[in-house]
């Protein structure tokens, strides 16, 4: 066996895993909300004359929960703790890659209740983190999530 279907077949058992914990909530599962709003667009058989008093009003979405592992940051309890952007409070949260994020402006986390947006991260602090197999594939993002305010 090559080193390419090995690679693909420890991907597989990843996910396997994966799914297995996410599915029983094992190890840190947690369900996720998320949330966020678009801009409003103006509909199309709007009168030109009105537009100037009836503006776009933005659009509130909400897609349905996932499952994602998440460790809720308590200094003395956390290895992560040396880096300046974790502060106490804050879930380090992993999502699969199949989550999309990327479209959704400014997107809130809903966990247990509460609200969370994405914290900016530095280099060193992804590279600690993220878990890829040899063929590349990304196993899960990892982001970091404040308290929102």
């Not at 947006?117 to 594939?137: H, I, P, R």
């Amino acid at each position: 066996m090559g080193i390419q279907n090995l690679l693909k077949k420890a991907q597989r058992t990843l996910n396997t895993t994966a799914d297995q914990i996410l599915s029983i909530d094992g190890m840190n599962t947690v369900d996720v909300t998320l949330h966020w709003t678009e801009a409003g667009t103006i509909p199309a058989n709007f009168h030109q004359d009105l537009l100037s008093t009836h503006g776009a009003a933005p659009t509130k979405k909400t897609d349905d929960p996932f499952k994602a592992f998440a460790h809720f940051v308590q200094h003395g309890t956390s290895t992560f703790q040396r880096f300046a952007e974790v502060k106490n409070g804050d879930i380090i949260l992993d999502i699969r890659t199949t989550v999309n994020i990327d479209n959704k402006p400014n997107p809130r986390f809903e966990i247990n209740g509460h609200f969370y947006t994405q914290k900016k991260v530095g280099s060193e602090l992804t590279e600690a983190w993220d878990s890829f197999t040899g063929s590349n594939a990304a196993t899960f993002r990892t982001l970091l999530l404040k308290p929102a305010k």
